[in-house]
Nanobody, 124 residues
Framework: QLQLVESGGGVVQPGGSLRLSCVTSGFTLEDNAIGWFRQIPGKGREGVSC????????WTRASVKGRFIISRDDAKNTFYLDMNSLKLEDTAVYYC?????????????????WGQGTQVTVSS
């Protein structure tokens, strides 16, 4: 049974850092596309950063580029989102997702399997 479990969310002050982890099971992560998405109440889910499992290319949305880094450890069936210099507007529920193929620019509809989400709150 395919499963994705996020962890690492929490409350942090502006300028702080968090590392989100997505532990996967029930399949082999290698060669699969990975993605991190976020959603705030009343808004649609948006792509934060995604990575191809084939050529290891990545896409990161402009508002977090230079602050957030996606990475993966296929041997551990785990991938990560390192978030630095966090801002108030980064507050959201963050979701991890996987798909056999990365089609475009980190679109939620292109990902087939999802975790349950973890809350990230940036607050002073």
């Amino acid at each position: 049974q395919l499963q994705l479990v996020e962890s690492g969310g929490g409350v942090v002050q502006p300028g702080g850092s968090l590392r989100l982890s997505c532990v996967t099971s029930g399949f082999t992560l290698e060669d699969n596309a990975i993605g991190w998405f976020r959603q705030i109440p009343g808004k649609g889910r948006e792509g934060v950063s995604c990575g191809s499992g084939v050529d290891l290319s990545t896409w990161t949305r402009a508002s977090v580029k230079g602050r957030f880094i996606i990475s993966r450890d296929d041997a551990k069936n785990t991938f990560y989102l390192d978030m630095n210099s966090l801002k108030l507007e980064d507050t959201a529920v963050y979701y991890c997702a996987v798909n056999p193929v990365l089609y475009g620019q980190c679109t939620p509809g292109d990902f087939s399997s999802w975790g349950q989400g973890t809350q990230v709150t940036v607050s002073s």
